[in-house]
């Protein structure tokens, strides 16, 4: 059974950053696409990023040129959050893009003055 870690989230000031990790055991996501999510208060969940196992990556437009997601061969995915607003704030999520592994717990980004 696949668990996911989100880690590296907190309270940031606006344009400030944030590095996520996203940690997994009982499979080796180099296999998959793998994405990030976040889900803010009464909204949906939304993906925001993903990277396929070749490194191509892609962005939701509200993201794109500010978050960069990467990933390296120890299982772990990555989320450098740059220029932050206050419209991020959300509790943010790692998964397979699609065919969802088990929901991790997630991460609380705050952006706030």
């Known amino acids: 059974q696949v668990r996911l870690v989100e880690s590296g989230g907190g309270l940031v000031q606006p344009g400030g950053s944030l590095r996520l990790s996203c940690a997994a055991s009982?499979?080796?996501?180099?296999?998959?696409?793998m994405a990030w999510y976040r889900q803010a208060p009464g909204k949906q969940r939304e993906w925001i990023a993903s990277?396929?196992?070749?490194?191509?990556t892609n962005y939701a437009d509200s993201v794109k040129g500010r978050f960069t997601i990467s990933r390296d061969i120890a299982n772990t995915v990555y989320l450098q959050m740059n220029s932050l607003k206050p419209e991020d704030a959300a509790v943010y999520y790692c998964?397979?893009?699609?065919?969802?592994?088990?929901w991790g717990q997630g991460t609380q980004v705050t952006v706030s003055s």
């Open positions: 998964n397979r893009l699609g065919t969802y592994f088990n």
């Open positions: 009982g499979s080796i996501l180099a296999y998959w696409t």
């Open positions: 990277i396929t196992p070749a490194g191509t």
